[in-house]
């Protein structure tokens, strides 16, 4: 009977460690969200600079599979290109290696208790502090202790468990290649579960510490779970862009063919451990050897594939294709959420909107620029037919980004964020309105314009010359929103905006004034009705340009 309450015991205590992992994770990407966003966007100019980012934020988050998923977020929202992400997929493999050293260097060197009780109480205290945003760190400092609380009550099982039933795992010990394998299928298995190859490691280091595995089967079990750890990546790929697949097939083949290769070359690999560590191996210093095989076997394989970033990508370019019937992204719209079944960090819902939304501003000024056209050249009913196709097709996809994007953000809003994100999750909403509505405005001054041109209503060259600095104004507005797009503007910045708006209504009274007064005289009544209309779709745009202005100012 008390071999089953041990069961319980022990997937009491891995909850505990998952539990912690993610808590611990979750509360240091929502303190410091901001900043490791900025970086994995910024620091990713070349390979070297991208492999050393994914390990940074690695290291930081303690998670490579939230690096991984943020990563294929960036990707799918065309922050990042494929061969940035290669080089951070690399850097993250590297900054997973802190968790084994964290947990051979403090885990089991004095009583946890003393420090994982406290900092829990601590940090308990700390989530009430919203006042002073700590309540993120509060959450980290529990995971943290739930984590080596976790361990802790896990390595005092573990001795009871070699001794009980369990003994069944030193049967494949001593036996070569059935040794090898049957540690990589552990390491596999315990990782696809739990979706955290930290976790795993923790956990093989704890047990090979009590002696319930030996050193080949913990080795072996370390790269099962450095592939069981692509089961994240492969599932946020689901449903996602070309480009977001072809960067968790990177991570597949990566992490598959490096573990292959290190078992190819195990005895090797484990001899130089023996003669950085010597004595052999023993319950003193296996937990030092782990580690050593882990960060040894991710940077050596970080350091030979790094130099053919252009090759991988060329790789995986030719094994992951765009499907011949697949539909044109200029024509269908989708924004997927939480559909590939893994549990993501809530704040990279958050990215994913913000580059999403830039896409959407980045339709904006694709069709002011089509407007634009329309002055710009003598215009047939023919050429002005073309143009009004092209804004009809990105006014539709307009809709179509708007409708899903405000559906993401609702349901983003219902995640556990940050104050910080849950305040800047409410403003998007409002923007991803007014964007649209600038799209609608766009698209009937289109109309306007097109049907001037059918009925060949024309305008004097004096009037289309001061209509035309007025879509210059305009034009900069739209320009300074998409600058600052997903940005906190200033008061500086803010006083620029109501200055381009004040410029556009007063423009806008004058150009009024003078085609009354032409109307007065005798002008043509269908030329300048036309041109009050265009000038009040104008005028709009500027409105909707300013509301977004004021909402990215309250942006936190």
Same mark, same amino acid.
Request: hydrophobic residues 45%.
């Given at each position: 009977?008390?071999?089953?309450?041990?069961?319980?015991?022990?997937?009491?205590?891995?909850?505990?460690?998952?539990?912690?992992?993610?808590?611990?994770?979750?509360?240091?990407?929502?303190?410091a969200?901001?900043?490791?966003?900025?970086? %994995?966007?910024?620091?990713?100019?070349?390979?070297?600079?991208?492999?050393?980012?994914?390990?940074?934020?690695?290291?930081?988050?303690?998670?490579?599979?939230?690096?991984?998923?943020?990563?294929?977020?960036?990707?799918?929202?065309? &922050? !990042?290109?494929?061969?940035?992400?290669?080089?951070?997929?690399?850097?993250?493999?590297?900054?997973?290696?802190?968790?084994?050293?964290?947990?051979?260097?403090?885990?089991? /060197?004095?009583?946890?208790?003393?420090?994982?009780?406290?900092?829990?109480?601590?940090?308990?205290? %700390?989530?009430?502090?919203?006042?002073?945003? /700590?309540?993120? !760190?509060?959450?980290?400092?529990?995971?943290?202790?739930?984590l080596f609380?976790?361990?802790?009550?896990?390595?005092?099982?573990?001795?009871?468990?070699?001794?009980a039933?369990?003994?069944?795992?030193?049967?494949?010990?001593?036996?070569?290649?059935?040794?090898?394998?049957?540690?990589?299928?552990?390491?596999?298995?315990?990782?696809?579960?739990?979706?955290?190859?930290?976790?795993?490691?923790?956990?093989?280091?704890?047990?090979?510490?009590?002696?319930?595995?030996?050193?080949?089967?913990?080795?072996?079990?370390?790269?099962?779970?450095?592939?069981?750890?692509?089961?994240?990546?492969?599932?946020?790929?689901?449903?996602?862009?070309?480009?977001?697949?072809?960067?968790?097939?990177v991570?597949?083949?990566?992490?598959?063919?490096?573990?292959?290769?290190?078992?190819?070359?195990?005895?090797?690999?484990?001899?130089?451990?023996?003669?950085?560590?010597?004595?052999g191996p023993?319950?003193?210093?296996?937990?030092?050897?782990?580690?050593?095989?882990?960060?040894?076997?991710?940077?050596?394989?970080?350091?030979?594939?790094?130099?053919?970033?252009?090759?991988?990508?060329?790789?995986?370019?030719?094994?992951?294709?765009?499907?011949?019937?697949?539909?044109?992204?200029?024509?269908?719209?989708?924004?997927?959420?939480?559909?590939?079944?893994?549990k993501?960090?809530?704040?990279? =819902?958050?990215?994913r909107?913000?580059?999403?939304?830039?896409?959407?501003?980045?339709?904006?000024?694709?069709?002011?620029?089509?407007?634009?056209?329309?002055?710009?050249?003598?215009?047939?009913?023919?050429?002005s037919?073309?143009?009004?196709?092209?804004?009809?097709?990105?006014?539709?996809?307009?809709?179509?980004m708007?409708?899903?994007?405000?559906?993401?953000?609702?349901?983003?809003?219902?995640?556990?964020?940050?104050?910080?994100?849950?305040?800047?999750?409410?403003?998007?909403?409002?923007?991803?309105?007014?964007i649209?509505?600038?799209?609608?405005?766009?698209?009937?001054l289109?109309?306007?314009?097109?049907?001037?041109?059918? /009925?060949?209503?024309?305008?004097?060259?004096?009037?289309?010359?001061?209509?035309?600095? =007025?879509?210059?104004?305009?034009?900069?507005?739209?320009?300074?929103?998409?600058?600052?797009?997903?940005?906190?503007?200033?008061?500086?910045?803010?006083?620029?905006?109501?200055?381009?708006?004040?410029?556009?209504?007063?423009?806008?009274?004058?150009?009024?004034?003078?085609?009354?007064?032409?109307?007065?005289?005798?002008?043509?009544?269908?030329?300048? %009705?036309?041109?009050?209309? &265009?000038?009040?779709?104008?005028?709009k745009?500027?409105?909707?340009?300013?509301?977004?202005?004021?909402?990215?100012?309250?942006?936190?």
């Amino acid at each position: 009977m008390s071999i089953f309450i041990k069961i319980f015991e022990m997937v009491g205590s891995l909850g505990l460690i998952l539990y912690g992992m993610t808590l611990m994770s979750e509360g240091i990407q929502k303190s410091a969200s901001a900043r490791l966003h900025n970086t %994995l966007k910024f620091m990713t100019k070349n390979r070297c600079l991208a492999a050393l980012t994914g390990l940074l934020v690695t290291a930081i988050i303690q998670s490579s599979s939230a690096t991984s998923v943020m990563t294929i977020s960036f990707v799918n929202a065309g &922050m !990042l290109t494929l061969s940035q992400s290669i080089g951070v997929i690399f850097g993250a493999n590297v900054g997973t290696t802190i968790t084994a050293w964290i947990v051979t260097l403090i885990g089991f /060197k004095f009583d946890i208790g003393l420090i994982a009780i406290p900092a829990f109480g601590v940090g308990y205290f %700390l989530t009430f502090f919203k006042k002073l945003k /700590k309540e993120t !760190l509060g959450e980290a400092l529990m995971g943290f202790a739930l984590l080596f609380l976790g361990l802790e009550i896990l390595s005092g099982i573990s001795p009871e468990l070699r001794q009980a039933d369990f003994g069944f795992l030193s049967v494949v010990a001593g036996h070569g290649f059935i040794t090898a394998m049957s540690g990589l299928l552990f390491g596999l298995i315990i990782t696809t579960i739990l979706h955290s190859s930290s976790a795993t490691t923790a956990i093989i280091i704890t047990t090979a510490l009590s002696g319930v595995i030996g050193w080949q089967f913990a080795a072996t079990a370390v790269l099962g779970s450095n592939i069981g750890s692509t089961i994240d990546a492969v599932l946020a790929s689901i449903n996602s862009k070309l480009s977001a697949r072809r960067v968790a097939a990177v991570h597949v083949l990566f992490n598959v063919f490096g573990s292959i290769i290190a078992l190819i070359f195990l005895n090797p690999f484990m001899y130089l451990i023996d003669s950085i560590v010597p004595g052999g191996p023993s319950l003193s210093n296996i937990g030092t050897r782990i580690a050593i095989f882990h960060t040894m076997f991710n940077l050596i394989n970080t350091i030979i594939s790094l130099p053919f970033v252009k090759q991988i990508e060329y790789l995986v370019t030719k094994l992951i294709k765009q499907k011949p019937d697949s539909i044109d992204d200029d024509d269908v719209y989708t924004l997927n959420f939480k559909t590939s079944g893994v549990k993501e960090n809530a704040e990279a =819902y958050v990215m994913r909107a913000e580059a999403e939304i830039v896409k959407m501003s980045n339709v904006v000024r694709k069709m002011f620029d089509i407007i634009q056209l329309y002055f710009s050249e003598e215009n047939t009913a023919k050429t002005s037919s073309k143009l009004m196709k092209k804004l009809l097709k990105k006014e539709n996809y307009a809709d179509q980004m708007h409708e899903e994007i405000s559906a993401y953000l609702i349901q983003t809003s219902q995640l556990s964020l940050s104050d910080r994100s849950a305040n800047n999750t409410r403003i998007m909403l409002g923007i991803v309105d007014d964007i649209e509505n600038i799209t609608d405005q766009i698209f009937e001054l289109g109309i306007f314009i097109n049907r001037s041109i059918e /009925k060949k209503i024309s305008l004097i060259d004096d009037d289309m010359k001061k209509l035309l600095v =007025y879509i210059d104004k305009v034009d900069k507005f739209i320009q300074f929103i998409h600058d600052n797009l997903n940005k906190p503007i200033d008061s500086n910045q803010l006083v620029i905006a109501k200055e381009m708006e004040d410029s556009i209504d007063e423009m806008r009274l004058d150009l009024k004034r003078l085609a009354r007064k032409r109307l007065e005289k005798g002008a043509n009544v269908k030329a300048e %009705l036309l041109y009050i209309d &265009m000038v009040r779709k104008l005028e709009k745009i500027g409105d909707y340009s300013f509301s977004i202005s004021l909402a990215l100012s309250k942006k936190a």
